[in-house]
């Protein structure tokens, strides 16, 4: 896919040797990092890989743009268009099959409307088929790898042991998935902030659903996250959602949508381990990423003479 987008931008008009594509694991980004050569580096994955790649990128004063790790919470208010919320807040999680860092894989509810949400959730997940990518129908493809769904896998087995209620288990989509990578969408319930479950990084999908009590509950539960790169809250009142959105730890927020994550032109944000530089990867901040400024200062006197400094 990656070479073909680059065979794209030949197409597009852009000169060729500009785009280049060097594939590769660990060992070929850390030589991009250190390599003198190189003045900036853009990065998108975890966040210990993150760090690596900042500490690397110091040695030699390159700029960066790290977009990292996520755990995004949806908030669903009580007097939330539940139905608009749930196809959200599924549609969030379980898109690109969890794996995305903006994937809100934590679900604050409410507690008066819980069980209604709750039921929505299992009703409309449980139409959601999992299978080949290529097929139409299909709406959950394959994990990247079958280590990566023996690892969700255990993600799954640990909420449980935590004392989280599996009310939509994928674990044992598609029998005992000898032939593919493939993990169900996952619903638990009767998770608390304390739970690794609620905390950590998934990458998969797995939807963990939080009780609250009230809105200054939910945006303590929300900022107690080492992450912060989006969040959406549910609600039909300005008020609450004026609250939330000077008071959530977030780089990107939505009122009423699935996944805070604006559009190309405005910058992709994040906060805390979500995120490092202070440039960001879309809008004009990305132009001014890849852009060296220069400032030139001339002065021209024809007839010899010295003149002043500065000129009023």
């Known amino acids: 896919m990656v070479v073909e987008h680059a065979e794209l931008t030949v197409e597009a008009g852009i000169p060729e040797g500009l785009v280049n594509v060097v594939t590769g694991a660990g060992a070929t980004g850390a030589l991009l990092c250190a390599h003198p050569g190189i003045d900036g580096i853009s990065f998108t994955g975890s966040v210990p890989t993150g760090r690596k790649v900042a500490t690397a990128a110091a040695t030699t004063f390159k700029n960066v743009v790290l977009e990292l790790g996520g755990k995004a919470p949806n908030v669903v208010f009580a007097d939330a268009d539940l139905d608009a919320a749930v196809r959200g807040c599924v549609w969030g999680v379980f898109n690109n099959t969890g794996q995305a860092c903006v994937a809100t894989s934590r679900l604050l509810v409410e507690r008066p409307v819980l069980d209604a ?72 319930d009767d998770v608390t902030p304390s739970m690794d479950v609620a905390r950590e990084e998934i990458f998969g999908p797995v939807l963990s659903v939080v009780k609250v009590e009230t809105l200054d509950e939910a945006i303590a539960v929300v900022n107690g996250s080492r992450y912060g790169n989006g969040s959406s809250i549910f609600t039909e009142s300005g008020a609450v959602a004026r609250r939330y959105r000077h008071d959530c730890d977030a780089g990107m927020i939505g009122v009423n949508i699935g996944v805070a994550a604006p559009v190309a032109f405005f910058p992709f944000s994040g906060w805390k381990d979500s995120f490092l530089g202070d440039l960001h990867a879309h809008g004009g901040d990305a132009i001014d990423f890849y852009t060296r400024k220069t400032t030139v200062t001339t002065r021209w006197n024809s007839q010899g003479e010295s003149g002043k400094f500065f000129v009023e």
């Open 117 to 188: 949400v709750i039921e929505r959730l299992v009703t409309l997940t449980g139409r959601l088929r999992t299978g080949d990518p290529l097929d139409p129908t299909t709406h959950l493809g394959p994990l990247v790898s079958s280590d990566r769904r023996d690892i969700v896998r255990s993600w799954i087995d640990k909420g449980e042991a935590e004392g989280a209620s599996i009310v939509l288990d994928g674990r044992t989509e598609n029998g005992d998935n000898s032939a593919g990578a493939f993990v169900g969408p996952t619903i638990m």
